[in-house]
């Protein structure tokens, strides 16, 4: 269809459109300029924290020093490792659902430990922080009172 053929009307209509959705996106562009500057002021006059928040002009010096300060090869040791977690939580999930659907003793044997597994909160099947660069003895928690299987409540044990 040509566009010679378009009635006057509807003409009109699709500029009404085209121009509502020109003040949208200006009107969307003008809000997170608005947003950045007040942050930025709100900062540098201090009644935000900006160690907490940081400030754009920071966040953007960052970004721009992103060779200097080796944050790409974090972002992208962080995107590695997700994406291999990822891929081998799924080809596990995959095996054993697999091995599961195949073998009914397996399925029977396993069946309570999967039912207690899956009523578990996700987040008390994280791993311990000891890998991750803090110290062998330390806890998110007073005393290490809060993690079971931490180091510390193995070498000194208390009852809670």
Known sequence: MKSNNISKE??????????????VFITQIFILVAFIIIWELLAN????DSFITSKP?????TFINLKSNELINHIAVTTFETIVGF???TVL??????LLWWSKFLE???????????????VALRTNYYFMGRS???CNYRNGYGNIFSSYNI??????
């Open 93 to 98: 999930g995959i095996i054993i659902a697999i």
């Open 155 to 160: 070498r000194n044990f208390e009852w809670f």
């Open 10 to 23: 509807r003409k009109e209509y699709l500029n009404k459109l085209r121009k509502e959705k020109l003040y």
């Open 136 to 138: 062998r003895n330390t």
């Open 57 to 61: 002009s920071r966040i953007l010096a």
């Open 108 to 122: 029977k044997v396993l069946d309570p430990y999967l039912v207690v597994l899956n009523s578990l909160p996700k």
């Open 45 to 48: 006059m201090e009644i935000i």
């Open 87 to 89: 891929l081998v939580g």
